[in-house]
Each structure stands twice: as structure tokens, then as C-alpha cells.
């Protein structure tokens, strides 16, 4: 017998298991905010919060960390070949 996939609408955010993205969190999370006892001043906000994502980090300058990091981890790479290279040639001269 074959199931039918009934992804319409409202449905696919709670009836659609076969969907991986947040959409099946999103109406856990918008009930949670109908019923907060204390309207928070940011919907934005809570729904980054209960979703498990950091409120108040710039992301920015996250990227530009990564790209700092990221070519140190290049030069440091360069720097290892380079000490190899100079090895294997003492190495090699005994």
C-alpha cells in the first residue's frame, strides 16, 4: 500500500518528516511564543533562542576571524612543506 504525501500548506511543517529543514520546528516555536506569559520586547529573538541560535553575536566578525584563521592554518601549512622539503634534502645529503 502507498502512502500519500499530504504537503500542503500548513501541513508540511508538521505532517512532512521527510523534509529536513526547520520548518517542522516552526509551529513548536510559534506556540511557545503565543504562549509566553511575558511578550518578549523581540520575536526575532525568542524564536533565535529557542531554536538554539546565540542572540547577539556578529557575525561578521565571526567571517572575518574564520578568514584571519583560516590563512594562518595556509601559512602554517606552507611552513610544514617547507621544513619537509629542507629534511628530506639533509636526509638525503648523508
Known amino acids: 500500500m502507498r502512502r500519500r ?3 500542503n500548506g500548513a501541513r508540511r511543517t508538521v505532517a512532512c518528516p521527510h523534509t529536513h529543514t526547520i520548518l517542522p520546528l516552526r509551529p513548536a516555536v510559534l506556540v511557545g511564543l503565543y504562549e509566553e506569559p511575558e511578550r518578549p520586547s523581540s520575536a526575532v529573538d525568542y524564536v533565535k ?3 538554539g541560535t546565540p542572540v547577539g553575536v556578529d557575525s561578521d566578525a565571526l567571517r572575518a576571524e574564520n578568514e584571519r584563521l583560516r590563512a594562518e592554518v595556509a601559512s602554517l601549512h606552507q ?3 617547507a621544513a619537509q622539503k629542507t629534511i628530506s634534502a639533509l636526509s638525503t645529503g648523508r
Open 79 to 81: 611552513q610544514l612543506e
Open 5 to 7: 504525501r499530504r504537503c
Open 49 to 51: 533562542r529557542s531554536l
